[in-house]
């Protein structure tokens, strides 16, 4: 069974440009989430996916971010104007139905912005 | 507000010894308790959890211990390998989705 993949690995922009990180849950998780961990900080939770549906978008944080579930299959999130502070590396996780399945995470992105 | 919180950011152990990482929760809401070990550009993996109804849980070289009225939990591992060189994360859950993570602790087991 394919784990969560994340795309790019790595990405290196200008402040003030555009980037669009994707996530492919593991098939057949309802549930996805986004975290980031910024400067070996804690991991912090960005929001929360229930098919193509937004169920928490609590952890965004501004309205740079905008984050999408096409179909309810993979997801986006897109950071727009970036930002110095958007440094760090986004995670992306999926699980089942229940809150206390095993959230699956997926290698990460790093985002570096200059 | 960070509510949970690893305040060791790193501990060395002798390979065979015992590992103890600690870490602290302050919302009383939170009912599940997780540990995530993390390698080098890889993502978490689930290690083990408990609920707040025990106040212990063990899989085979990993037991997680649960205090609630100090809002502390822990992680053991023994023996200690090489292979568990890695950092670890302490989350928790207040009977949603949405975890809740501290900064980590780097464990380094010495040959």
């Known amino acids: 069974e394919a784990g969560v993949t994340q795309f790019p690995s790595h990405s290196v922009i200008e402040k003030g440009q555009t980037v669009t990180l994707r996530c492919d849950p593991i098939?057949?998780?309802?549930?996805l989430y986004w975290y980031r961990r910024v400067m070996g900080k804690e991991i912090k939770f960005l929001l929360h996916?229930?098919?193509?549906?937004?169920?928490?978008e609590s952890g965004m944080p501004n309205n740079r971010f905008l984050a999408e579930r096409t179909g309810g299959t993979y997801s986006t999130l897109k950071v727009q104007p970036a930002e110095l502070e958007d440094s760090g590396v986004y995670f992306c996780?999926?699980?089942?139905?229940?809150?206390?399945?095993?959230?699956?995470f997926g290698p990460g992105t790093r985002l570096t912005v200059l | 507000d960070q509510q949970v919180k690893q305040n060791s950011p790193s501990l060395s152990v002798q390979e065979g010894r015992i590992s103890i990482l600690n870490c602290d929760y302050t919302?009383?809401?939170?009912?599940?308790f997780l540990w995530y070990k993390k390698y080098p550009a890889e993502g978490p993996t689930f290690l083990i959890s408990?609920?707040?109804?025990?106040d212990k849980n063990e899989d085979g070289r990993f037991t997680v211990f649960l205090n609630k009225s100090a809002k502390h939990l822990s992680l053991h591992i023994v023996p200690s390998q090489p292979g568990d060189s890695a950092v670890y994360f302490c989350?928790?859950?207040?009977?949603?989705?949405?975890?809740?993570f501290g900064a980590g602790t780097t464990v380094t087991v010495r040959a």
């Open positions: 996780a999926s699980s089942y139905g229940r809150h206390t399945d095993t959230q699956y």
């Open positions: 098939s057949g998780h309802d549930n």
């Open positions: 989350a928790a859950s207040a009977n949603d989705y949405k975890l809740s």
């Open positions: 996916f229930v098919k193509e549906s937004k169920q928490d």
């Open positions: 919302n009383s809401m939170f009912d599940y």
């Open positions: 408990i609920s707040s109804i025990k």
